[in-house]
């Protein structure tokens, strides 16, 4: 008897749902096997996780505001792997994001506040596009890999970001209150580029329904667009999109400034919702990881937008039930272990999506009806 | 002579460019196979946290116990990086992702963290470290002593390391065919070589060595455990693959230069020159290591360059043996 994988030519559509929902039942189980291993009872941890998460009072709202710059980054993530663009830059470009909406909440203190906000998401997201079109230009016109360019650029924004605050005498730093002469902080912003919340027992920032907004915005674009087309083709078989004519130099240009743009607004909605200054602190918004998050949050929703939004509240909530509950418990880092366990299953689950799993005798001619890959993920 | 500036920098440059040398020696490893693995940071925190926790438990004399610590450290990091072999090599999983999830799961706020926690690492010295030492009696020797003899073992072992790694690609018949896997898996195939095999073996050996680099950080730069001690060193390391054309002698210079640029702008502040710019002492001179691995990555992908320095032609490209 042989355990054979071959691909599936067609991939079922109960499938594409059946197996992140087994993916996550499978992650619990083995999670609830590390629980046990290390002394803790997985049933009291489970129940405690979803009532930090979900029922206890304020948590709900807490948990949107987590999830918030994990909607923008997964959407950054799934706009660019779509056409097998590996921008996994979304860290830096959420930092530009960030610098761009304070430098405009700033210039234009004394204006209303629908003029602010507005200028703060222009700001962002074109600080943030603006930074994706390095790694961007670098791969349409050098065909220099963009995974490790955007990964490189994530490093010197941090830097940066932690330069204009700490090291220098930039526009963004606070010189001049009392508390700044004891720690370099950023300048804070106008209460008008406060951005206004919904709701009172539950409340919804802002930056949550924008979310929602990009992520309608992004699936018309791609699933209704003759762009959105040409994308899909070119990240199928670039050579086909070639011959047709498509300009894939532009295309590139396009997708990682969109890209990085949306990556920028979860920068503008940290800015705006909560943050009201420019966080450099490397402690601060530099240590969270929103990008890297944002890249595993658009690989489980398996780059659907809207499954983004989905999976960025429940990841959302875990980090905010992890801090929540932090203490003997629950110690640092299970939040952490949980969410690599529940990518490990999701990873693995997607060879049973993309192959179909044979155990038996050796069907002839089985390996012959294989089509061609495209072999798109190769280093340039 | 020896406490000028450019001595120190050098010598200090040495000592923090160990654990990048480690670590990147694994990771060329890897990608040599055709594996990119972007969770060398999980792996080395996984590393640092078990070699402190051996270093704490395992009594003795000082240098069993730090010999031993590092093995620890080498299984944890192996361990670790076999989950990853098994869903990137086994499974097909996207390289990237799993990468990144393996990060994720082990990190600064995953399993290290954990680890340290449950063990009660934090808040306490270590019990033994890798001191320098001086196999020859020459480290008051003027400007070389310091550099090349006032170092610790791991320093010396990493040297041994980029030797036996560079004759074992350029001069074995597993080296070579190491190379033809991550170049072209379908012709390795064809020989006869187990790709599955040849990429399993390089990834779970360059997490050995992420460990140890690691380690590096535990037992010798600053002996205690706080959560994300490594703080970014798996990413330069990484970076330093790259810069250094996947060669392992060349990631010798390239993790010596990288770990300077970490220490030269402390040492700038330290000694007060009026003639500095004022730039070289703030920490976004810290940056340049990923500048130019910018610069040399835009190098290596041109055409000339590409078939003599570039990357491994399968790197990050998935084998699977019916679909060719």
Same mark, same amino acid.
């Given at each position: 008897?042989?355990?054979?994988i071959?691909?599936?030519?067609?991939?079922?559509?109960?499938?594409?749902?059946?197996?992140?929902?087994?993916?996550?039942?499978?992650?619990?189980?083995?999670?609830?096997?590390?629980?046990?291993?290390?002394?803790?009872?997985?049933?009291?941890?489970?129940?405690?996780?979803?009532?930090?998460?979900?029922?206890?009072?304020?948590?709900?709202?807490?948990?949107?505001?987590?999830?918030?710059?994990?909607?923008?980054?997964?959407?950054?993530?799934?706009?660019?792997?779509?056409?097998?663009?590996?921008?996994?830059?979304?860290?830096?470009?959420?930092?530009?994001?960030?610098?761009?909406a304070?430098?405009?909440?700033?210039?234009?203190?004394?204006?209303?506040a629908?003029?602010?906000?507005?200028a703060?998401?222009?700001?962002?997201?074109?600080?943030?596009?603006?930074?994706?079109?390095?790694?961007?230009?670098?791969?349409?016109?050098?065909?220099?890999? %963009?995974?490790?360019?955007?990964?490189?650029?994530n490093?010197?924004?941090?830097?940066?970001?932690?330069?204009?605050?700490f090291?220098?005498?930039?526009y963004?730093?606070?010189?001049?209150?009392?508390?700044?002469?004891?720690?370099?902080v950023?300048?804070?912003?106008?209460?008008?580029?406060?951005?206004?919340?919904?709701?009172?027992?539950?409340?919804?920032?802002?930056?949550?329904?924008?979310?929602?907004?990009?992520?309608?915005?992004?699936?018309?674009?791609?699933?209704?667009?003759?762009?959105?087309?040409?994308?899909?083709?070119?990240?199928?078989?670039?050579?086909?999109?070639?011959?047709?004519?498509?300009?894939?130099?532009?295309?590139?240009?396009?997708?990682?400034?969109?890209?990085?743009?949306?990556?920028?607004?979860?920068?503008?909605?940290?800015?705006?919702?909560?943050?009201h200054?420019?966080?450099?602190?490397p402690?601060?918004?530099?240590?969270?990881g929103?990008?890297?998050?944002?890249?595993v949050?658009?690989?489980?929703?398996?780059?659907?937008?809207?499954?983004?939004?989905?999976?960025?509240?429940?990841i959302?909530?875990?980090q905010?039930?992890?801090?929540?509950?932090?203490?003997?418990?629950?110690?640092?880092?299970?939040?952490?272990?949980?969410e690599?366990?529940?990518?490990?299953?999701a990873?693995?689950?997607?060879?049973?999506?993309?192959?179909?799993?044979?155990?038996?005798?050796?069907?002839?001619?089985?390996?012959?009806?294989?089509? %061609?890959?495209?072999?798109?993920?190769?280093?340039? | 002579?020896?406490?000028?500036?450019?001595?120190?920098?050098?010598?200090?440059?040495?000592?923090?460019?160990?654990?990048?040398?480690?670590?990147?020696?694994g990771? #060329?490893?890897?990608?040599?196979?055709?594996?990119?693995? !972007?969770?060398?940071?999980?792996?080395?925190?996984?590393?640092?946290?078990?070699?402190?926790?051996?270093i704490q438990?395992?009594?003795?004399?000082?240098?069993?116990?730090?010999f !031993?610590?590092?093995a620890?450290?080498?299984?944890?990091?192996?361990?670790?990086?076999?989950?990853?072999?098994?869903?990137?090599?086994?499974?097909?999983?996207?390289? $990237?992702?799993?990468?990144?999830?393996?990060?994720?799961f082990?990190?600064?706020?995953?399993?290290?963290?954990?680890?340290?926690?449950?063990?009660?690492?934090?808040?306490?010295p270590?019990?033994?470290?890798f001191?320098?030492?001086?196999?020859?009696?020459?480290?008051?020797?003027?400007?070389?002593?310091?550099?090349?003899?006032?170092?610790?073992?791991?320093?010396?072992?990493?040297?041994? !390391?980029?030797?036996? $790694?560079?004759?074992? #690609?350029?001069?074995?018949?597993?080296?070579?065919?190491?190379?033809a896997?991550?170049?072209?898996?379908?012709t390795?195939?064809?020989?006869?070589i187990?790709?599955?095999?040849?990429?399993?073996?390089?990834?779970?050996?360059?997490?050995?060595?992420?460990?140890?680099?690691?380690?590096?950080?535990?037992?010798?730069?600053?002996?205690?455990?706080?959560?994300?001690?490594?703080g970014?060193?798996?990413?330069?390391?990484i970076a !330093?693959? $790259?810069?250094?054309?996947?060669?392992?002698?060349l990631?010798?210079?390239?993790?010596?230069f990288?770990?300077?640029?970490?220490?030269?702008?402390?040492?700038?502040?330290?000694?007060?020159y009026g003639?500095?710019?004022?730039?070289?002492?703030?920490?976004?001179?810290?940056?340049l290591?990923?500048?130019?691995?910018?610069?040399?990555?835009?190098?290596?992908?041109?055409?000339?360059?590409?078939?003599?320095?570039?990357?491994?032609?399968?790197?990050?490209?998935?084998?699977?043996?019916?679909?060719?």
């Amino acid at each position: 008897m042989t355990i054979r994988i071959e691909r599936r030519l067609i991939q079922p559509h109960w499938l594409k749902v059946a197996v992140p929902v087994g993916s996550l039942v499978v992650a619990f189980a083995l999670i609830a096997v590390v629980l046990l291993a290390t002394g803790h009872d997985p049933i009291t941890t489970y129940k405690d996780l979803f009532e930090a998460a979900f029922t206890a009072p304020g948590a709900l709202s807490q948990t949107l505001i987590g999830a918030t710059p994990l909607v923008f980054t997964g959407l950054c993530a799934a706009a660019a792997f779509r056409m097998n663009l590996f921008n996994i830059g979304g860290e830096g470009q959420l930092y530009f994001g960030t610098i761009g909406a304070s430098a405009a909440g700033l210039l234009l203190a004394g204006q209303s506040a629908p003029v602010l906000i507005v200028a703060m998401i222009v700001a962002g997201f074109g600080a943030g596009a603006a930074w994706a079109l390095i790694p961007g230009i670098l791969r349409a016109y050098l065909s220099t890999n %963009e995974i490790i360019t955007s990964l490189m650029l994530n490093y010197v924004a941090g830097l940066f970001l932690t330069y204009l605050i700490f090291d220098s005498h930039s526009y963004w730093r606070d010189t001049t209150s009392a508390s700044a002469a004891v720690f370099p902080v950023g300048k804070s912003l106008p209460d008008a580029a406060n951005w206004p919340t919904i709701g009172s027992s539950v409340v919804i920032p802002f930056g949550f329904l924008l979310g929602i907004g990009a992520a309608t915005l992004l699936w018309a674009l791609y699933s209704r667009t003759r762009f959105g087309f040409e994308v899909q083709v070119m990240s199928d078989s670039p050579r086909a999109a070639r011959y047709s004519g498509m300009r894939t130099r532009r295309k590139i240009l396009a997708v990682m400034a969109l890209s990085g743009g949306l990556a920028g607004l979860g920068g503008v909605s940290q800015v705006g919702d909560f943050l009201h200054t420019l966080d450099a602190d490397p402690k601060g918004l530099r240590a969270y990881g929103y990008g890297y998050t944002g890249i595993v949050v658009a690989a489980l929703a398996r780059y659907n937008p809207f499954a983004v939004v989905l999976i960025a509240f429940l990841i959302g909530g875990l980090q905010n039930a992890g801090s929540a509950l932090q203490g003997p418990d629950f110690p640092s880092g299970l939040v952490g272990v949980m969410e690599g366990m529940i990518l490990f299953t999701a990873l693995g689950g997607e060879l049973l999506v993309r192959y179909r799993v044979r155990v038996g005798r050796k069907r002839r001619g089985a390996a012959a009806a294989a089509p %061609e890959v495209p072999a798109a993920e190769a280093i340039r | 002579m020896n406490n000028s500036i450019l001595v120190v920098i050098i010598a200090s440059g040495i000592a923090y460019g160990t654990p990048l040398l480690f670590a990147a020696l694994g990771e #060329l490893l890897a990608e040599r196979s055709g594996v990119l693995n !972007l969770g060398v940071e999980g792996m080395m925190l996984v590393g640092a946290v078990m070699g402190f926790w051996a270093i704490q438990r395992i009594g003795g004399p000082g240098h069993t116990a730090l010999f !031993l610590a590092v093995a620890v450290a080498a299984l944890a990091g192996a361990a670790v990086a076999l989950i990853f072999a098994f869903l990137v090599i086994t499974l097909r999983a996207n390289q $990237i992702v799993s990468g990144l999830a393996l990060t994720i799961f082990a990190g600064a706020a995953g399993l290290s963290s954990y680890l340290g926690n449950d063990l009660g690492l934090a808040d306490s010295p270590a019990e033994h470290q890798f001191e320098p030492v001086d196999p020859f009696g020459l480290a008051d020797m003027p400007i070389l002593g310091p550099i090349l003899f006032g170092q610790t073992w791991l320093v010396y072992a990493s040297w041994v !390391l980029v030797v036996l $790694i560079a004759l074992y #690609l350029t001069r074995t018949r597993p080296g070579l065919n190491v190379r033809a896997v991550g170049e072209s898996p379908q012709t390795a195939d064809a020989m006869g070589i187990s790709v599955s095999a040849y990429r399993y073996a390089h990834v779970v050996a360059g997490g050995a060595l992420a460990g140890i680099g690691g380690a590096c950080f535990t037992l010798a730069l600053t002996p205690q455990w706080v959560d994300g001690i490594t703080g970014g060193a798996g990413w330069i390391a990484i970076a !330093l693959v $790259i810069f250094s054309f996947w060669r392992p002698e060349l990631c010798l210079v390239g993790a010596y230069f990288f770990g300077a640029c970490q220490v030269l702008p402390l040492q700038l502040q330290a000694r007060d020159y009026g003639w500095v710019p004022p730039l070289f002492k703030t920490g976004l001179f810290q940056a340049l290591p990923y500048v130019m691995t910018v610069v040399v990555l835009v190098i290596v992908s041109s055409g000339i360059a590409k078939r003599r320095l570039g990357a491994p032609g399968s790197l990050g490209v998935p084998f699977v043996r019916e679909e060719r």
